[in-house]
Nanobody
């Protein structure tokens, strides 16, 4: 399984970014996808998970600001991030897990920097 994330960058507080993560070598519709982030000196934490049918679960601090979606035909998951805050600064990783299995696959990460 290969995951390629993109879309990170530098933005001012209040701005927006859209991350994408495209998968290869999998039957995409059978995978639960997720976005995680890791700030400097901190542990990697879950931002949002999105089920094979698009059901989402968000971490509290991003509710109402971030929106995840997936396009199974394109094998791509998106993370639309609006009203960004400096505390959103982190490396963002996408993750894939096949339904019913425990093996996790990770993308390479994309840096998001929000300046105040």
């Amino acid at each position: 399984v290969q995951l390629q994330a993109s879309g990170g960058g530098v933005v001012q507080a209040g701005g927006s970014l859209r991350l994408s993560c495209t998968a290869s070598q999998i039957i995409y519709s059978r995978y639960v996808m997720a976005w995680y982030r890791q700030a400097p000196g901190k542990q990697r934490t879950l931002v949002v998970s999105i089920s094979s049918i698009g059901r989402t679960t968000y971490e509290d601090s991003v509710k109402g600001r971030f929106a995840a979606s997936r396009d199974n035909a394109k094998k791509t998951v998106y993370l639309q991030m609006d009203n960004l805050k400096p505390e959103d600064t982190a490396v963002y990783y996408c993750q894939a897990r096949m339904l019913g299995e425990s093996t996790l696959y990770w993308g390479q990460g994309t840096q998001v920097t929000v300046s105040s």
